[in-house]
């Protein structure tokens, strides 16, 4: 990594109760990369997501992100942030299931600020990138799993964010579907220059990205670059 | 059966577990169906107490209606009406004298009072033994001997009072004093007036069609977590028949719970019942108890209905094994079969309002109830539609208008449902104030307006010659009194059963008080609009002389009396006679009564009850009324009140059940909405979302209640003989109070939307 990293995290510890979920945890992710982070199940991996995304306010440590403190940002700017900067895929039940699909992937531009008619001008695009066009007017209740997910990943990239934030994105679907979905958001991701930070305890999954971060006990133990 | 009777009793057993959030919904359920059942049991007890209470009041009847023994013997008494009233408070009074030995005791009274002996109700005796009760007590200065009875009583709460009296002989005329030998057989029935009876079926019916739809709301709390756990159920092998059974079992439990809770509310409002008054009146706890089959219906019935909401409920949700599918298009509803019933309503309605009856009829209660049930039944059956109709058409605004609308799109059957009770409370209410509104205004207008508000009238009997000097001597100069005119008043025999009231005035009080050019002696008036009697008629004045009208006497009308005059004692509406002394042409026959008009200082609160302090001294059967008659305005408006504010408790109620739907809602939806957080959504859209999602099915709820509100207003104010006028002032004030509803409602679920929205809620996985 010769530029300086775009999102970074240095110590960082939490807890939720007696539990620790992070213990001295550190990350560096560069404008455009994608980094799996992996570990079994309860390792942290997530909570270290939802730290990096400015979800999650650390015990202790920083989060920085364009070399802005993120763990000093109130909430009203980690909201801007997130609605702004970041992209989210989550690994089921993130569509919100009165709107239809079009509604879903034009919420975070409304939320922006765009206009109705505009955000879902740019809605139809992105489900069209994303081979779903033919949903836009189905709620999610009407689509399947890889469906929803695709619409999800056209939400989460429709404000062309600096940082895509995928957590187990491909946890609820069949090898086939996930590997379709990962395609077609790694792709995505490539072609508007978001980083991505890929949550992912799969291999397979894994193998999308460009470099490997392993969370073990709250701590990230190796990084390792990915050359195949 | 054996196996049905295993899944309702494992139904039974999963309602009770599950921890703290299976206990709080069980409670909530618990307490819903409980408030509900101890209003149906209160209003099941209704017939009961209105029996009871004219039980009481026929078994002390002492009007004989064939006028009572003509000579006195040893079972005979003389009794009189002393009625009065106590800041504004009706006082039923009795003078009694035994004429023999066995003369019977009324119904409370284990003996009759002796001469100058008094015996009172409870309650009167805690007013004269209270500070606030001091005048009253100097109208009524004889030592206390007894209480009544309840026997001898309309409720506890009433004041009443027999006086022992040596000086009472019947009198011939007036007939203020009667011979009984007992009391009981005759028909002193106070039954409710057309009006009344057509408000009392309206109110019970607003009031219990509200209850039904909160015991429906109330066993559909925790629907969604029941039905996941049926799901979990249906995994574990259950059939869609056993988990109906299972879910039937459930809501069985809750009802169950419920009916206890309803009791013990019940018996808590049976124990508070005696201290409870309304417009004078007041009810026993004995009396509060619920005809058998009343009781056994609602016994029944609620648990009944309460398996037969979960069972509808179930049938737009399919549990299966890995979890519930809503049926993602649900049918849409249809109108033709919800506009039947309030058209049906109407149609029952109609005719009577344009057929104005006066009078009352049982059948006439039963078609009244019918269509007033119907049109309400209406509102509540034309709501979900109204509402599934307008949010289909509702588009565009913010992402917290779209969030809200699209949600209701999706499912707008349960808010709907909710604000039903809502709709019916609020269109019997304004129904009812219509109405309210309409007769206060009349007895308004019958006093007379304004001129006369602090007027108050006395008719003292009084030997011929010395009373208008004696009333005029123990009024004058008293506190409080602005102004007072007093005049004397033959009764008049016009034949054919009329009674004319002929005042004998000065010229000055005719210049006063009529409007005359000129006044002299021996110059006689008729009122402009009187009816009964003509000038040249004769008539048959006391001491049976026969005395004609001047066929001269002028056609006039009243003055309006100047503020600081007192008006009324020479003439008013019901007396349409009025003469100079010489106009009787040196007639002098026996003075039959004393009529004393005062003027009030309505900066002095108890003036009136001073004037009637003074007034009992010269004679206890004398009367002081209000001109124009009683002020049933005051007594309306206290009813329009107590409305108002059982309407309103009733909109508390409904927004405490919307409020539980509302925190359920936002706990199903904990993972969409920790999402929406997730990338960034502002709290306060979500709050907004939750606001329109409360307000645009309330404010549907109140326009349609508005309408049938006014609409069925129209038809009882024709029912009761009123012309039609529409209280806006009552309809702001409902919408006023839907609003507050939906702030509160909203504001109440604002923590629980900060909690959902916290990035907890992603871990759930």
């Known amino acids: 990594m010769s530029a300086a990293p775009l999102l970074t995290a240095e110590a960082l510890h939490k807890s939720f109760g007696p539990t620790p979920a992070l213990d ?205 | 059966m054996r196996a049905a009777l295993r899944e309702l009793a494992l139904g039974a057993r999963l309602a009770f577990s599950g921890g703290r959030g299976s206990w709080t919904r069980l409670l909530l359920t618990a307490v819903g169906v409980g408030l509900g059942v101890a209003l149906l049991l209160v209003a099941a007890s209704a017939p009961r107490m209105v029996d009871a209470r004219d039980q009481r009041i026929a078994a002390r009847a002492d009007l004989p209606l064939d006028g009572g023994p003509r000579h006195a013997g040893p079972r005979t008494l003389l009794v009189a009406d002393a009625l009065t009233e106590f800041r504004d408070v009706d006082v039923r009074g009795r003078l009694v004298r035994a004429e023999g030995r066995q003369a019977p005791a009324p119904p409370g009274l284990d003996r009759l009072p002796r001469p100058g002996e008094l015996f009172v109700s409870p309650a009167l005796e805690r007013l004269l033994r209270s500070d606030d009760g001091r005048l009253l007590r100097a109208r009524l200065p004889e030592p206390i001997a007894g209480t009544i009875g309840d026997a001898g009583l309309e409720g506890p709460a009433e004041l009443a009072f027999y006086l022992g009296s040596d000086r009472l002989a019947v009198r011939t005329a007036g007939g203020a004093v009667r011979r009984i030998d007992h009391f009981g057989d005759t028909g002193e029935s106070e039954g409710l007036d057309t009006v009344l009876r057509t408000l009392a079926v309206v109110v019970l019916t607003a009031l219990l069609l509200p209850v039904a739809v909160f015991i429906a709301a109330a066993v559909r709390f925790g629907g969604e977590v029941r039905d996941r756990r049926l799901a979990a159920l249906r995994l574990l092998g259950a059939d869609r028949r056993m988990t109906r059974r299972i879910a039937a079992g459930e809501a069985l439990a809750a009802a169950l719970i419920g009916l206890l809770v309803g009791a013990l509310l019940f018996l808590l409002v049976r124990l508070l019942v005696e201290r409870i008054e309304l417009r004078g009146l007041s009810a026993f706890s004995a009396d509060v108890a619920p005809s058998a089959p009343l009781a056994v219906a609602v016994l029944v019935g609620v648990p009944a209905a309460a398996v037969a909401v979960t069972l509808i409920a179930l049938r737009n949700v399919v549990v299966e094994p890995l979890g519930l599918v809503r049926r993602a298009q649900p049918r849409r509803r249809r109108v033709w079969w919800r506009l039947v019933l309030p058209l049906l309503g109407v149609a029952l309605l109609l005719p009577m309002a344009l057929g104005r009856e006066t009078t009352a009829a049982s059948g006439r209660d039963l078609e009244l109830a019918g269509g007033v049930v119907l049109v309400l039944v209406g509102v509540a059956a034309l709501l979900p539609w109204a509402v599934e109709a307008v949010v289909h058409r509702l588009g565009g605004g913010g992402v917290a208008w779209q969030l809200a609308t699209r949600r209701l799109q999706l ?138 009208i001047p066929s001269d006497a002028r056609v006039v009308r009243l003055r309006r009396p100047p503020a600081d005059q007192a008006a009324g004692a020479v003439a008013s509406n019901p007396d349409p006679v009025v003469v100079t002394r010489g106009a009787l042409g040196g007639m002098r026959p026996p003075t039959t009564a004393v009529v004393a008009s005062v003027q009030l200082d309505r900066a002095a609160p108890d003036a009136v009850d001073q004037v009637r302090n003074a007034v009992w001294r010269l004679d206890p059967l004398a009367s002081v009324y209000r001109m124009g008659g009683r002020d049933y305005a005051a007594q309306y408006a206290n009813l329009r009140r107590a409305l108002f504010i059982g309407a309103i408790a009733v909109l508390v109620l409904i927004g405490a059940s919307m409020l539980v739907g509302a925190l359920e809602q936002l706990r199903e939806r904990r993972r969409p909405l920790a999402v929406l957080a997730a990338f960034g959504t502002p709290r306060s859209a979500v709050a907004r979302s939750l606001l329109w999602q409360t307000a645009i099915p309330v404010v549907l709820g109140l326009a349609l209640a508005i309408a049938a509100g006014l609409g069925l207003g129209a038809l009882l104010l024709g029912m009761v003989g009123r012309p039609v006028g529409f209280d806006l002032g009552s309809v702001a004030g409902f919408a006023v109070a839907g609003c507050a509803v939906v702030l509160v409602v909203t504001a109440a679920s604002l923590p629980a939307l900060g909690r959902t929205m916290r990035p907890e809620g992603l871990r759930s996985e």
């Not at chain 2, 008049?492 to 000055?508: K, L, N, P």
Request: hydrophobic share 40%.
């Open chain 2, 411 to 548: 499912d707008s059957g349960a808010s709907a449902r909710v604000v039903c009770g809502i709709a019916v409370a609020v269109a019997g209410a304004i129904a009812l104030q219509t109405t309210f509104s309409a007769v206060e205004g009349h007895y308004v207008r019958d006093r007379g307006g304004e001129g006369v508000a602090d007027v108050w009238q006395t008719l003292v009997r009084a030997p011929p010659g010395e009373g208008a000097e004696r009333l005029d001597a123990a009024l004058r100069g008293r506190d409080g009194v602005r102004s007072l005119e007093t005049v004397e008043q033959l009764q008049a025999d016009a034949g054919g059963g009329e009674s004319v009231a002929i005042r004998v005035a000065t010229c000055a009080q005719v210049r006063r008080q009529l409007r005359v050019d000129r006044c002299a002696d021996g110059d006689s008036f008729l009122l402009d609009g009187a009816s009964s009697v003509r000038a040249g008629a004769r008539v048959r004045l006391d001491g049976e002389e026969r005395w004609t």
């Open chain 1, 24 to 228: 001295g945890a550190s990350i560096e992710v560069a404008a455009g990369e994608v980094v799996a982070v992996m570990g079994p199940s309860g390792s942290g991996k997530s909570t270290l997501l939802h730290c990096l995304a400015g979800i999650v306010r650390p015990d202790a440590g920083t989060v920085r992100y364009a070399g802005r403190d993120l763990t000093a940002a109130d909430d009203v700017e980690l909201s801007a942030l997130r609605r702004g900067e970041f992209g989210f895929v989550f690994q089921f039940g993130q569509l919100v299931p009165e709107l239809s699909c079009a509604e879903n992937v034009a919420l975070p531009l409304r939320l922006d600020g765009c206009s109705r008619r505009d955000a879902e001008r740019r809605a139809r695009n992105w489900l069209e990138r994303l081979e779903v066009a033919d949903l836009a007017g189905k709620t999610p209740g009407q689509v399947s799993g890889g469906q929803g997910q695709r619409v999800a990943v056209a939400r989460a990239l429709a404000t062309e964010p600096r940082v895509l934030f995928a957590d187990e994105p491909t946890g609820a679907l069949d090898s086939l579907n996930g590997e379709h979905v990962m395609r077609l958001l790694s792709e995505a991701a490539r072609d508007s220059g978001a980083a991505v930070v890929l949550v992912t305890h799969e291999p397979r999954v894994a193998a999308w990205s460009d470099r490997e971060v392993v969370v073990r006990d709250g701590r990230t133990t190796a990084t390792a670059p990915l050359t195949a």
